[in-house]
């Protein structure tokens, strides 16, 4: 049981808070406190910021307890129910807002989900690496944290450590080769500029449409409190109930055989906001690989884009090559009938080159690019794109079908695609939109 505080509600007191420009707009951490002008945002970031902060004023001095419902599922339960009429313009209230599940279903994935808030903590988001790459972050600001696209240095050139504290996102952007590159800044610095080229943060889907609705948007606050709060005091704790609630959930299972996974996805919403969050996440995925190991957990990530990732230990590892070692993730061990936590990291700008592997054990990353900048696009597949090797089929349905249930395998052209948790050496495109 954990007590909402309006403290509790920020980063100030974490010791691996995500670091931020202090003399950014959207400066210190937590919806709660935040300046009330969003002069630099955009008008999906504004109105996510209101309702954010409308609600977790509510949340104040409010308890957050564990239950298990009468079927058997685990999930959050609010001390003091929130009233129905918070946001005002909910089309759909219920009579009253006191209850969250841990896990979601995914729409289009059609499968479990878990996930908390997005964008970077001053906003109240769990997705520090989104700093630099949304509209709070003022241009200069931004520039100043990347690399100047003029001055970046080539793939494999030696590069400064990035010092703790130091304002710069990273140093070390995976390559398909392993190269460590600078993350490069493209905003007016190319000639001729790029249309292209934005961070990809600037459309996250995930700071807009349902996830602002009164329900989903209290669960995920609701959510990432108690995971912020056990994390600190009792990851244990916190991992033995994530355990326990993905026993109980429902998963499609795909495949036959050998083949057959039960795919989930870590994060439809949100990032791995801190190493020991994410190291809580490899004792859950060890957890389940020994009690089911058809089940496997698809995270993406641009959490490698952040200070506290890119620090290395007296071994000279960052965060992820450690945490994913087969030494920790029992899945990546020889003789392992598949990997059960695929961690795909993210590229940072739409129009890079699909992000490579954040270890030699687990997978290439993914793309974003825009669909009249694709090459296989534009020229109906015959050519291709040398920035991915797979284009999510799942945009190619028609509107009404876009799941990955009704798309076809890249590879098997069968329908049903789960390239994401299957092809660990296939780099992913997800096109703009």
Same mark, same amino acid.
């Given at each position: 049981?954990?007590?909402?505080?309006?403290? #509790?509600?920020?980063? $100030?007191?974490?010791?691996?808070?995500?670091?931020?420009?202090?003399?950014?707009?959207?400066?210190?951490?937590? $919806?709660?406190?935040?300046?009330?002008?969003?002069?630099?945002?955009?008008?999906?970031?504004?109105?996510?910021?209101?309702?954010?902060?409308?609600?977790?004023?509510?949340? &104040?001095?409010?308890?957050?307890?564990?239950?298990?419902?009468?079927?058997? #599922?685990?999930?959050?339960?609010?001390?003091?129910?929130?009233?129905?009429?918070?946001?005002?313009?909910?089309?759909?209230?219920?009579?009253?807002?006191?209850?969250?599940?841990?896990? /979601?279903?995914?729409?289009?994935?059609?499968?479990?989900?878990?996930?908390?808030?997005?964008?970077?903590?001053?906003?109240?988001?769990?997705?520090?690496?989104?700093?630099?790459?949304?509209?709070?972050?003022?241009?200069?600001?931004?520039?100043?944290?990347?690399?100047? $696209?003029?001055?970046?240095?080539?793939?494999?050139?030696?590069?400064? @450590?990035?010092?703790?504290?130091?304002?710069?996102?990273?140093?070390?952007?995976?390559?398909?080769?392993?190269?460590?590159?600078?993350?490069?800044?493209?905003? /007016?610095?190319?000639?001729?500029?790029?249309? !292209?080229?934005?961070?990809?943060?600037?459309?996250?889907?995930?700071?807009?449409?349902?996830?602002?609705?009164?329900?989903?948007?209290?669960?995920?606050?609701?959510?990432?409190?108690?995971?912020?709060?056990?994390?600190?005091?009792?990851?244990?704790? !916190?991992?033995?109930? *994530?355990?326990?609630?993905?026993?109980?959930?429902?998963?499609?299972?795909?495949?036959?055989?050998?083949?057959?996974?039960?795919? &989930?996805?870590?994060?439809?919403?949100?990032?791995?906001?801190?190493?020991?969050?994410?190291?809580?996440?490899?004792? *859950?995925?060890?957890?389940?690989?020994?009690?089911?190991?058809?089940?496997?957990?698809?995270?993406?990530?641009?959490?490698?884009?952040?200070?506290?990732?890119? #620090?290395?230990?007296?071994?000279?590892?960052?965060?992820?090559?450690?945490?994913?070692?087969?030494?920790?993730?029992?899945?990546?061990?020889? /003789?392992?009938?598949?990997?059960?936590?695929?961690?795909?990291?993210?590229?940072?700008? *739409?129009?890079?080159? $699909?992000?490579?592997?954040?270890?030699?054990?687990?997978? &290439?990353?993914?793309?974003?690019?825009?669909?009249?900048?694709?090459?296989?696009?534009?020229?109906?597949?015959?050519?291709?794109?040398?920035?991915?090797?797979?284009?999510?089929?799942?945009?190619?349905?028609?509107?009404?079908?876009?799941?990955?249930?009704?798309?076809?395998? @890249? *590879?098997?052209?069968?329908?049903?695609?789960?390239?994401? !948790?299957?092809?660990?050496?296939?780099?992913?495109?997800?096109?703009?939109?």
């Amino acid at each position: 049981m954990s007590q909402i505080l309006p403290d #509790e509600l920020e980063f $100030a007191d974490e010791q691996e808070a995500p670091r931020e420009n202090p003399n950014a707009p959207a400066a210190f951490h937590g $919806a709660l406190k935040k300046r009330p002008a969003l002069e630099t945002s955009h008008a999906s970031l504004t109105r996510t910021m209101w309702v954010r902060r409308t609600i977790e004023e509510a949340l &104040v001095g409010n308890t957050v307890e564990v239950f298990t419902k009468p079927n058997g #599922e685990i999930a959050l339960r609010l001390d003091t129910p929130l009233p129905r009429d918070i946001l005002g313009y909910d089309l759909a209230p219920r009579d009253e807002y006191s209850q969250f599940e841990l896990w /979601g279903m995914s729409g289009k994935m059609q499968c479990p989900t878990w996930d908390l808030t997005a964008g970077p903590p001053s906003v109240g988001g769990s997705c520090p690496a989104s700093t630099a790459g949304q509209s709070i972050c003022e241009v200069q600001t931004r520039k100043t944290m990347l690399k100047s $696209a003029a001055t970046s240095a080539p793939a494999g050139a030696d590069q400064q @450590p990035v010092k703790k504290g130091q304002i710069i996102l990273t140093e070390k952007m995976p390559r398909k080769d392993g190269a460590p590159v600078p993350v490069p800044f493209y905003e /007016g610095d190319e000639d001729p500029p790029n249309q !292209w080229r934005t961070p990809i943060c600037q459309y996250c889907y995930a700071s807009a449409g349902n996830y602002r609705g009164m329900h989903v948007a209290v669960g995920g606050i609701v959510r990432y409190h108690w995971t912020r709060y056990l994390i600190l005091r009792d990851p244990d704790l !916190w991992v033995r109930t *994530v355990v326990a609630s993905m026993k109980q959930l429902d998963y499609p299972l795909e495949g036959k055989g050998k083949d057959a996974i039960m795919p &989930v996805r870590i994060h439809s919403a949100g990032d791995f906001y801190s190493p020991k969050y994410a190291e809580a996440w490899i004792k *859950v995925a060890n957890e389940m690989f020994k009690w089911d190991p058809r089940i496997v957990m698809w995270a993406p990530t641009r959490s490698w884009a952040t200070p506290n990732w890119a #620090e290395t230990d007296k071994a000279g590892q960052t965060h992820w090559k450690r945490l994913l070692d087969p030494d920790n993730l029992l899945s990546a061990r020889p /003789g392992s009938p598949r990997l059960n936590f695929v961690v795909r990291a993210s590229s940072y700008h *739409v129009g890079d080159e $699909a992000a490579g592997r954040l270890h030699p054990t687990n997978c &290439v990353g993914t793309s974003s690019v825009f669909r009249d900048d694709n090459a296989s696009y534009k020229t109906g597949g015959r050519e291709k794109d040398p920035r991915f090797d797979i284009d999510c089929p799942v945009y190619n349905v028609e509107r009404d079908a876009k799941t990955c249930q009704w798309a076809i395998d @890249p *590879v098997t052209k069968k329908m049903g695609c789960r390239a994401c !948790w299957r092809y660990l050496d296939k780099r992913v495109n997800f096109t703009t939109h």
